[in-house]
């Protein structure tokens, strides 16, 4: 029997102008083993076009991105940005600039409690912690200690009822960056108290369908790239999905906004960019002292291929055999 054909969007997504997502694509979508020689020529060429090596080149020569004196800002131009995006475009400490970045960036950030915060104070941060727990596995790193105390430091934190509580707002889904980092984090590593905080935490946005808290919130239901610590419903399903919810029926309701949202042609649009937010959030990032300069891969309003990787992944998932 032949291969079935990808379909226009994977096509698309297997273009060889973006090696990152090519190489993402093959594995995620068409199930290529890290031993195929696409994937590892693919591999090999994420440094030398496209985003990837796009980034590295803005990169100074101590390892760090936009300021020498903190890693977190400026937002979102700085060496932690930087670096979680680096670690969704295929990059790992066999790249000598990701080891020496992120050398650079755990002294900063990493807190003597096991967590990470944007001063590198005792105390850690949870969205801190959580992308960078995710970083930091996707990179290479999943044995450091540094990793393993993050992983620790989200239980710890996490709230009894299930789900975490950021900057003490009481546990909601923008607190989200745990789940996406266990979702990564290899189940044989897991303790038993890692296991009840996830199965805690994918009750609390499974009782919620991914979108349920307060007041309708435009934001959630538009998709974005980078996310940096906003939540959307894209987001949600991508770490339920890989977390193996993908049949519970109460993600529904966002499977269904995911198939609203797809276009004609099979492709998803980058709808906006961060920080896309409204209310009093708005007023806060509008002030010129905390207004952050938007990053981008790519263009809003129009098709991105890291937008519709996420979601044809996230249906890959839906979609095996149980």
Request: charged residues 30%.
């Amino acid at each position: 029997m032949s291969p079935v054909k990808p379909d226009r969007a994977t096509q698309w997504l297997l273009g060889k102008d973006q090696p990152s997502v090519r190489y993402a694509a093959l594995k995620e979508l068409l199930g290529k083993s890290d031993e195929d020689s696409d994937v590892i020529e693919t591999r090999e060429q994420i440094t030398e076009r496209g985003w990837a090596r796009d980034i590295l080149a803005r990169q100074e020569e101590g390892g760090w991105w936009a300021s020498k004196e903190r890693a977190y800002g400026p937002k979102y131009l700085s060496t932690n940005w930087m670096i979680l995006v680096l670690s969704d475009l295929g990059l790992t400490k066999e790249d000598k600039r990701i080891a020496k970045a992120v050398k650079w960036w755990i002294e900063r950030m990493s807190t003597a409690d096991g967590g990470f915060a944007p001063d590198g104070t005792k105390k850690g941060h949870l969205c801190s912690t959580g992308n960078a727990a995710r970083a930091l596995v996707k990179l290479g790193y999943v044995d450091h200690p540094k990793t393993r105390r993050a992983f620790e430091w989200m239980v710890k934190n996490a709230a009894p009822l299930g789900g975490w509580s950021c900057f003490g707002s009481g546990r909601n889904l923008d607190s989200w960056e745990p789940m996406s980092a266990f979702a990564v984090y290899p189940r044989q590593k897991w303790t038993r108290g890692m296991k009840e905080a996830v199965e805690k935490g994918a009750e609390f946005f499974l009782e919620r369908e991914l979108h349920k808290q307060g007041d309708h919130y435009e934001p959630w239901y538009r998709f974005h790239y980078p996310n940096h610590y906003f939540y959307d419903q894209l987001v949600g399903l991508d770490f339920m999905t890989a977390l193996g919810y993908g049949k519970d029926a109460r993600l529904k309701n966002a499977l269904d906004l995911l198939a609203r949202k797809r276009r004609p042609d099979g492709r998803w649009n980058l709808d906006a960019v961060h920080p896309d937010v409204e209310g009093g959030m708005a007023e806060f990032y509008h002030h010129p002292k905390y207004r952050p300069t938007p990053f981008a891969l790519e263009e809003a309003e129009k098709p991105s291929k890291m937008v519709t990787l996420r979601a044809k992944t996230v249906l890959s998932r839906v979609s095996a055999p149980s």
